[in-house]
């Protein structure tokens, strides 16, 4: 993660040590890479296969699952059948709570169209109603799983069982990072709850370690263990850290066919350095009080996660490739039951802070550049559950994308009269992921890492790049 | 549009088409114009983009009649005149692919294309004939038939190089002789301790005693070395290291790996049957069978039933409805993986086609899965002897007679809770639910699986029934119980429970390569075309056999693959690097060996030695070879022709991985406890990481931080990365400040009898024998001592500060930073000084935590409290009661002592009725309300946060309190004030105090943060501080028995060198 631009993988020790010289030297850094020369592999190209716009990504992931039909997807029919179970004509329906039978489930939502592209969007989410003509809003999204696990795996990594990278480690392993300094691949969270799965999301699955997405959390210490232990100066971690440059110096002098151990003495190098650059990164006090307000941080609902999309803007900025931010961390979007208040209070808290984040990097010149991604890893039903909930829904559900090349104002694709199934211009999330690849000038197929013999690539060599994202 | 004339002429007119060539000439005009018009443009729209001349997907083109006709992976697209029996029509309508896949097409569309394939799929232009494809079909070309991996060994002789006198053995022959070819010489000999220190990381996994390294440095006899060996070989030490090599391979874990990440009670017994088997050295080929087909081949041993655990590893999701899905996942995991482990060539590719670069086909996939087709995972499933079994079964027999009557009564009780818990099959699929209403003797093979598999979400409900007992119900059961439990005596001790396999029984479910429904019988690789029935033996009644048919297979000396695997496994293990480059996969991408015909040499020799692994451990590690230094006195010149080592001109010097590390460190700090076996330990506990819990959803962060796999998939070797992260986790976190000042007091503890003016440099001396295993050089001690005289001066000039390093602290279960580690062993104190604020009248008493043990007796283990547990003086405490409660074990309790609202003084206590199970992390809340609304209410709220499936629970009780009468003790946190019968055991993260009943918005576990009736929130993080309250309040804990060694500051500066030592290359890397 922490690499030079674009990232080159020597193909074996020999053209590593071509590439070095012996010893350890100015490639300090390139070597701080995957050593494991036996499982890091040749690449098609890891420059941007093709020319782009998006060099970051953000990537909003409500977990627990929004319901489409009541933000983005209205279904008039829904509330005209509301209280019946749902017609023979849609067949037989595997739900997670199997409550298929369960009679639909009136939407109380006013809807409204928005923009001068005259996008839908309910009334629970009035700000961000007010950038959709930066948005496409895709309807037709669909994916595998049934549970929160398999589908938050699949969203992250394609598969829905755990072992492969994510697509941030993907775009990690493919473009690099743009500053050395902070970690490529950062993943925030709105409360301490563990995201389903927890660390394995945002993991390397069978990558070497290096690319996986670092935990960030506001404060003096946003890493683990990034500051000096409690009660210990920096002058005193400075006399011990020279003490060990020196110890370590004639160990590596001794062995110095093997690069690692130089490696090894610039990493806490650069690990001072992230001590330095770390928490500017994420110190909001330097924003001004207008932002702070554009972002929602004046008020207590929205502060907390208007912080994390202020400090996802202050990190792209900065040269992280791709921000993850969960939103309702611990499944809190999963209205099972009282879908009313559970949504209407997390719509609350998610709004302004996402209209904050897409204003204000179009303010700054940064949303061409970077993509901004919104969606669960799956939606809801339109029956009810429990009464007044809802439950899973992969088979159709809406996420939206701004900036990056997208082409705003647009609804691609539809669901079925009700919102269960994605049926036109469906977008699997092989093909989620392969147009984010795609719109960061990566090439799904030419994205190659081998593993155990096998050229392994991002979406399982399935999915397509939707061209409508950029040509509406 | 056609009328029906034209219609009826097309049709006959077609079916002339169909006996002769097609041709433009001869297609009449409205059968052009319909193509032209309403087909192509259809097939240019929808389907030339993946299936085209620039790409195509699965193997198929469908934009020339002769492809269509030739078709892809699955076959052939269109059956001309017949759209019924034509995979395309069979896509678009959606009835096995889902083409195209961005939608369905509209159905005048679909019957665009029904039609045209009705009329014979006329294509102007277009002839019959159906191009010829490459490299697809089990026909092999003499290029895949010489893949060198599916050769038989080769009879290959040992080379005899000039320079044989630096030669040990046959290994050191043929390496020299490729090393003279290449102009390339041989390094000298590693130092004694160098090498002793070598061979014990490799080994044992762990770094040799000083004494050890002493020992055999001065042993001047020829063979030190070689005793040394057999020493290491003869040692339990061995198997623990040796395992952790396989059960990488076999994906090894002890939780489920989904969302709930469910531990796994039983999935010990196979690490141990690992490490059992390895120190015992069991030929690799019994090691084999065992693990596929322990069941049918070895019936009557307890071993070889542990050892299809093996079987049992892969994930597996608890709350899953779709349950067919679910065990077609398991099964193709299973094959994933022999096909991985076993075999050595990459199966996965073939799974959903034929393998693109190496002659494997997708039947040959699923005709290895038809060996696992059959397989049954029972639970609780005991692994006993027949004898053990009828023992018990006499014994059980007793016990069930005298407790008849008293089990009777609890069955009636938990009855309906029973029916409850059963409801969930109403959520399963219509056709699963028919399976279960089945009686057992109607259903299929398959269906006794997903039954099987379904069922598992009942049990997993019955094991919760207690939670749900209402409290009524929850007294009588415990009462019952309790009486039970004076029949002990009689009761026989429970038999050992392993997770093992077998199979539904005689007849095999069917299996069917997907979306061609091609059915598959068991078959090795067509390549090396062997009939299984040679290998099936008897036929057998209660099961199908298959397996033991692939184990043979596996085990036969003439098996070319599983034999050279595992060799070059071993060869891997020992020198960081395989013979053939790719240790699970021989196949053309993974590479061809670099020595083949060593590779050759000694997997003959390893199959002639009767397939045990210590005699191949011993000719590799007494090689001449392997004892080479990793420094090589013309090295830049070896390095110019062979940059990669690739010839073994030295050798290489290679990272610890994250077990050694975690070992090494418990060694030398003195800590390690060397208890083998038995369930796994979490990471606070200092015995093996061998003996670890491997949970796949949550690991240690140091084992983490250096590379440890999380056991989804096979992994046939480790990372090695280098990253600041690690040097973050080592240099800065507190536990690795603690291992430093332990190994600082374990190097003056074994230098105690040395006089005091000497002490700091014997201490030095001896630190760095235990660090590296060798003696200090004058230039380290001289900057040793400097450092210790310069950082001195530093902390005496420094104010002391708090020094923590004695405070365990871990990471939660499920949750992100730092919690604290309460031991009831070893309690510590955590007070917050009294403040007349912390005596509110309504309160909200939040924190998080898991518990590892309870007390036996009643007594509580108490999270938070302010009282002495003296019932003369006023106060609370909120905790956890324990086994021997009457009324309530297990459970959450809130206890008060004050004035009641009849105005009388005593004792209350209100249970949760909330079961806690150990090991688990939680949410708990307790809320007591005195005014408002709903004064003489107390709310427990509680929520497991493994189980995001369940929602956070309330149950409200009342209470009697006037109020909680304030006192002026401090609030104490993992214990009670004074009170040395109140200790917790386990982890507790975020504790807040408010002075008001929250209600569940604004519970902790949905808002995190200070608000204004927070009187008090402490984190235990570094940020703002472990002590430190993160309210305004700044209500600081208090550590009275804090270790300061800050009063002699140059002890402190020594901790300091301590942890440099621990942070240093020498230390992390074997050489």
């Given amino acids: ?472 | 549009m056609l009328n029906i004339f034209k219609y009826i002429m097309c049709i006959i007119f077609s079916s002339w088409l169909m006996m002769s060539s097609v041709n433009a000439a001869e297609l009449s005009p409205e059968v052009m114009n319909f193509f032209e018009k309403e087909v192509r443009p259809l097939l240019s729209e929808h389907c030339w983009s993946c299936h085209g001349e620039k790409e195509q997907k699965g193997a198929l083109r469908l934009d020339t009649r002769g492809h269509m006709l030739l078709g892809g992976e699955s076959g052939k697209s269109i059956t001309p005149g017949k759209p019924n029996e034509s995979l395309l029509i069979e896509s678009v309508r959606y009835e096995s692919y889902e083409m195209p896949p961005s939608g369905k097409l509209k159905d005048d569309q679909i019957k665009v294309l029904e039609k045209w394939v009705s009329l014979g799929a006329p294509w102007p232009g277009a002839d019959d004939s159906v191009p010829v494809r490459k490299d697809l079909g089990p026909d092999f070309t003499s290029e895949d038939r010489a893949w060198w991996a599916i050769q038989p060994l080769q009879n290959v002789t040992v080379p005899i190089p000039s320079a044989s006198d630096w030669c040990r053995n046959e290994i050191d022959q043929f390496l020299l002789s490729k090393l003279e070819q290449q102009g390339l010489t041989t390094a000298p000999e590693a130092s004694r301790a160098s090498l002793i220190r070598r061979v014990y990381f490799d080994l044992h996994g762990l770094p040799p005693r000083p004494e050890e390294v002493q020992k055999f440095v001065n042993d001047q006899s020829p063979d030190a070395y070689e005793r040394l060996v057999d020493r290491l070989l003869e040692s339990p030490r061995y198997g623990e290291r040796w395992a952790r090599h396989w059960l990488d391979v076999v994906r090894y874990a002890d939780s489920d790996g989904y969302r709930a990440d469910g531990y796994r009670p039983d999935a010990w017994r196979y690490r141990d049957y690992v490490i059992r088997s390895l120190n015992e050295d069991k030929p690799y080929n019994l090691f084999v069978q065992e693990q596929l087909a322990g069941d049918e081949l070895f019936p009557n041993d307890v071993d070889a039933q542990i050892a299809t655990g093996f079987l049992t590893h892969g994930i597996y999701e608890w709350n899953t409805r779709d349950v067919a899905g679910q065990w077609d996942i398991i099964l193709n995991e299973l094959t994933d993986t022999v096909g991985d482990v076993f075999l050595g060539v990459g199966m996965q590719c073939a799974r959903c086609h034929d393998h693109k670069f190496d002659p494997i086909l997708q039947k040959d996939y699923f005709q290895l899965r038809a060996f696992f087709e059959p397989i049954l995972i029972p639970t609780n499933q005991v692994a006993a002897t027949p004898k053990q079994l009828e023992e018990h079964r006499l014994k059980m027999a007793a016990w069930e007679l005298a407790t008849g009557e008293i089990r009777k009564e609890i069955t009636e009780i938990e009855a309906p809770y029973r029916e409850k818990a059963k409801a969930v099959i109403k959520s399963f699929p219509p056709s699963i639910q028919a399976m279960i209403k089945k009686p057992e003797e109607e259903r299929s093979p398959r269906e006794q699986q997903l039954v099987a598999l379904g069922w598992r979400q009942v049990e997993h409900n019955y094991k919760g029934l207690d939670r749900k007992l209402k409290p009524d119900d929850k007294e009588k059961v415990l009462a019952l119980r309790r009486k039970l439990k004076k029949f002990d005596t009689l009761k026989p001790a429970p038999l050992p429970v392993a997770q093992q396999v077998r199979d539904v029984g005689q007849v095999a479910p069917k299996t069917t390569i997907p979306k061609k429904h091609t059915e598959c019988e068991p078959g090795f690789l067509a390549i090396i075309d062997k009939p299984v029935a040679d290998f099936m033996g008897s036929k057998r009644k209660d099961t199908t056999s298959r397996r033991s048919a692939l184990a043979r297979w596996l085990t036969q000396d003439s098996n070319p693959l599983s034999t050279r695997v595992i060799v070059n496994r071993i060869w891997q293990y020992h020198f960081g690097k395989g013979l053939a480059p790719h240790s699970s996969d021989f196949g053309r991408l993974g590479g061809p060996p670099a020595h083949p015909e060593l590779l050759d040499w000694l997997t003959q020799n390893f199959l002639e030695g009767g397939w045990q692994f210590k005699s191949l451990h011993r000719l590799i590690v007494t090689s001449a070879t392997y004892r080479q230094s990793t420094q090589h006195p013309q090295e830049e010149v070896m390095a110019s022709i062979d940059p990669a080592n690739k010839y073994y001109w030295t050798a290489d010097t290679r990272r610890l991985d994250a077990e050694q590390i975690r070992d090494s460190i418990l060694t030398v700090t003195g800590e390690l406890d060397l208890d083998a076996g038995g369930p796994g330990v979490t990471a606070s506990v200092a015995r093996r990481s061998i003996y670890l819990r491997m949970m796949r959803n949550s690991s240690d962060p140091l084992l983490d931080v250096f590379d440890l796999p999380r056991f989804f998939v096979s992994v046939p070797a480790r990372d090695t990365t280098t990253s600041p992260i690690q040097s973050l986790q080592l240099f800065n976190s507190q536990q690795m400040l603690r291992f430093a000042a332990q190994l600082s007091n374990r190097a003056y503890d074994d230098v105690a009898a040395t006089p005091d003016e000497e002490k700091e440099d014997a201490a030095l001396r001896r630190a760095w024998e235990i660090v590296f295993g060798r003696t200090v050089t004058k230039a380290e001690l001289s900057m040793a001592k400097e450092f210790l005289n310069r950082q001195t001066e530093l902390l005496s000039e420094q104010e002391t500060t708090v020094n923590l390093p004695q405070q365990e602290t871990a990471t939660m279960p499920y949750r992100n930073g730092q919690s604290v580690v309460f031991n009831a062993k070893k309690p510590s104190p955590f007070y917050v000084a009294d403040d007349k604020r912390l005596n509110p009248e309504n309160c909200t008493i939040e924190a998080f935590f898991q518990i590892r043990s309870i007390y036996d007796s009643g007594a509580v283990r108490t999270l938070i409290s302010k009282w002495s547990g003296k019932v003369s003086e006023p106060g609370w405490l909120f905790g956890v009661t324990g086994r021997g409660s009457r009324r309530k074990p297990q459970t959450l309790v809130f206890r008060s002592f004050g004035e009641k609202k009849n105005g009388a003084v005593g004792d209350e206590i209100v249970f949760s009725d909330q079961h806690i199970e150990l090991n688990t992390p939680y949410y708990a809340a307790v809320s007591f309300h005195v005014s408002g609304e709903r004064a003489g209410t107390i709310d427990f709220y509680l929520k497991d946060l493994s189980n995001d499936d369940e929602q956070l629970g309330r149950i409200t009780k009342t209470h009697q309190m006037k109020q909680v009468q304030g006192n002026n003790l401090p609030i104490a946190f993992g214990r009670m004030v004074r009170n040395r019968n109140s200790f917790f055991d386990g982890l507790i993260d975020d504790i807040r105090l408010s002075s008001k009943a929250l209600d569940v918005e604004s519970l902790l576990f949905t808002q995190e943060s200070v608000t204004k009736s927070t009187l008090g929130y402490w984190k235990f993080d570094p940020v703002p501080g472990m002590l430190q309250d993160s309210s305004p309040n700044q209500y600081e804990i208090t550590h009275n028995d804090r270790i300061i060694s800050a009063g002699n500051p140059r002890r402190e500066a020594f901790v300091d060198l301590c942890h440099i030592l621990l942070n240093s290359n020498e230390f992390l890397y074997v050489h």
């Avoid at chain 1, 020369?37 to 040749?42: F, L, R, T, V, Y």
């Avoid at chain 1, 700000?127 to 999204?141: K, L, P, Q």
Wanted: contains cysteine; proline residues 5%.
């Fill in chain 1, 1 to 472: 993660m922490f690499s030079l631009p674009h990232i080159e993988v020597p193909r074996t020790r020999r053209e590593f040590l071509e590439r070095s010289g012996y010893g350890f030297g100015s490639v300090a850094l390139a070597s701080l890479l995957a050593q494991a020369e036996a499982s890091s592999a040749p690449n098609q190209g890891l420059v941007p296969h093709h020319q782009s716009k998006a060099k970051n990504v953000i990537f909003l992931f409500m977990e627990g699952g929004p319901s489409h039909i009541d933000l983005f997807d209205p279904k008039p029919l829904l509330n005209k059948l509301a209280g019946q179970s749902l017609p023979g004509s849609f067949g037989e329906i595997l739900t997670a709570a199997g409550e298929s039978r369960s009679p639909l489930l009136v939407s109380k939502r006013k809807w409204k169209q928005h923009g001068e592209a005259g996008t839908w969007v309910s009334d629970w989410l009035p700000e961000i109603a007010t950038c959709v003509d930066d948005i496409a809003v895709i309807r037709s999204c669909w994916a595998d799983g049934l549970n929160h696990s398999s589908s938050v795996c699949q969203m992250n990594t394609c598969s829905l069982i755990g072992g492969r990278p994510s697509l941030g480690s993907w775009v990690t392993y493919g473009l690099g990072s743009e500053n050395k300094n902070l970690p490529s691949f950062v993943v925030m969270q709105d409360n301490r709850s563990q995201v389903v799965n927890g660390p394995r999301n945002w993991g390397t699955g069978f990558m070497p370690a290096v690319y996986q997405g670092i935990q960030l959390r506001e404060g003096k210490q946003p890493i683990p263990n990034l500051n000096n232990p409690e009660g210990i100066t920096d002058k005193r971690q400075r006399r011990k850290l020279s003490l060990l440059k020196s110890l370590n110096q004639e160990f590596t002098d001794q062995h110095s066919r093997q690069t690692e151990l130089g490696a090894r003495l610039a990493s806490y190098e650069l690990a001072f350095r992230m001590q330095a650059e770390a928490p500017e990164a994420v110190d909001l006090s330097q924003e001004t009080q207008a932002t702070r307000k554009l972002y929602g941080m004046d008020q207590e609902e929205t502060s907390s996660f208007g912080r994390l999309c202020l400090m996802s803007r202050r990190l792209v900025e900065r040269g992280v490739r791709f921000v993850q931010l969960y939103h309702g961390a611990g499944s809190k979007w999963d209205a099972h039951t009282g879908i009313e208040k559970n949504h209407s209070k997390l719509c609350k808290t998610m709004d302004r802070p996402v209209a904050g984040l897409i204003n204000d990097l179009k303010q700054r010149g940064l949303l061409d550049e970077t993509l901004v991604v919104w969606g669960g890893e799956f939606g809801r039903t339109p029956m009810s559950e429990k009464g007044d909930g809802r439950d899973h829904n992969p088979t159709g559900f809406t996420m939206w994308m701004a900036g990056g090349g997208i082409k705003g104002g647009q609804t691609i694709g539809a669901t079925d009269e009700l919102g269960l199934r994605a049926i036109e211009d469906r977008m699997h999330v092989h093909d989620l992921h392969a147009s984010i690849l795609h719109l960061l000038g990566l090439d799904r197929m030419k994205l190659v890492y081998n593993y155990n013999g096998r050229p392994e690539r991002p979406t399982i060599n399935e999915g397509e790049f939707q061209t409508k994202l950029v040509t509406g």
